[in-house]
């Protein structure tokens, strides 16, 4: 599917000290090479547009220097961790610039999440200073309860607050700090399936190899103008545009929030060429009553990924937008972003498959003995390639568990055809994709265990044309006072906003178990479509 010709040589090499990887044999050295080579390329060009705030390549350059001299004042040396509680912003591309620049290590945060989170992400990653919101400073942690946490400032300080422009004045630092390929430049935390948050060693290696697939297989270029609204703090809003629109020295267009609306407005006045969003946001674009009044014809690549795309939202957008090409994406935060990618031209015909593995990725379907199966079988997901990241920090025994010989086991059910497309049917893991937002099931099930009045809990996802799927909680109780708005209450304390469960079914029967005690899950499932099924029979009848 990717012609020979389209990508640079390729060579096996060892990294990580055991791990043999087919890699891009030309490439930058790390990370801090991006700058330097965009302002060779598009020096003046626009690297970033924020409301009415435009920054060449040459004034973000001179902008990241200055970060790092500051940083470099409070104490941050090589190998250090620098967090990041911030929305999409100007602020965020900086710091994250700076920080490898001293040759430290960013560790970006949902701004969704809460404190206890924010207390496990920060104590265990070992941050020196963190950089937030002025909406999220009630949520951080006691100085006490994170001890490492030596510096802290606001992007919007208040009176007796550490602003984000006191790490300006120190000066600039002219050359980057010497890193090795092989070092970790981000940790990235991912939900974890059965207690905290694991978290994912990016390295300068794996995501270079990440920036070189998209810049490639899409053909981007100093031309282009991406417009982000997925987090910045996510994998793909780190990877996949923001570093890819530095590696393309093209510009990175920013919108702190996704609203359909804006997103429309800003993609036709500054000309968007390039973007990447979960199925959902596409659907709500169409969904807009002034999609039409816009011009989009400049928009060429659509990216998406996180949940499928349904056939209806590919059919409308080839009508309503015929030069636009969608290129599905298949990956996550273990594997720095893509490993496998739609090319060009083959989405109409494939709308159920996640692409073909990317020329340094290998993509295998295994079974649960570890034998390869055959084109067509189901199995398990693994995935090897140098943007495969090599482990968890601070977390051997996770790190043992998920990676086997280099590959990484996704916990994804899927299978390839004979030409090569990966499908992926279903997920191990009981993970919820809500609109791009991935939850795991056991820490919202966790949480519902932790009221008094829950005897069990399960939860699913919940079809929804929207979003995919929403969070829905079965829960056996003997309470017969319980409501479902104070378990609501109950999980809004401790967790992120989208994976409080926005339905629960209330029981006293216990859940449905195979013999071997496990929850059988899709019995659930299959009763919510059920029920889902018996209301729309009753609407029509009336």
Known sequence: MWASDAFPALRRETH??????????DRPSN?????????????????????E??????ELDQRAAQIAAGLAAHGIESGDRVALILDNGTPFVELMLATWRRGAVVVPMNTRDRKPGYQYMLS????????????????????????????RFCVAAESGEAGYESLFGHGEQAEPTSVDEDDTAAILYTSGTTGKPKGAMLTHFGILHSLMHFEWAMGLGPEDRSLITVPMSHVTGLVALTGASLRAAGTLIIQREFKAARFLELAARERMTHTILVPAMYNLCLLDPEFERHDLSAWRIGGYGGAPMPEVTINTLAEKLPDLQLMNAYGSTETSSPAT?????????????????LPCAEVVVMDDAGREVTEGESGEVWIRGPMVVPGYWNNEAATAREFTAGFWRSGDIGSKDADGFLYVFDRKKDMINRGG????TTEVENTLLGHPGVVEAAVVGRPCPVLGERVHAFIVTTDTGLSTEALTRHCAAVLSDYKVPEACTLRSEPLPRNPNGKVLKRTLRDELVDTASKADGAQEDT
């Open 16 to 25: 990580y000290h055991d791990r043999v990887v087919r890699c891009f044999q």
């Open 53 to 58: 705030l435009r920054l060449t390549y040459r």
């Open 341 to 357: 990618l739609m090319p060009p031209g083959y989405t109409a015909g494939r709308g159920d498959s996640v692409g073909a593995a």
């Open 31 to 51: 990370l801090n090479r991006l700058l330097p080579e965009a302002l060779a390329r598009s020096g003046d060009g626009e690297a970033l547009v924020h409301d």
């Open 124 to 151: 265990d990653s070992g941050a020196k200073l963190v950089v937030y919101e002025p909406a999220l400073r009630d949520r951080l942690p006691a100085k006490e309860d994170v001890p490492d946490l030596k510096h």
């Open 437 to 440: 937002y991935k939850i795991y």
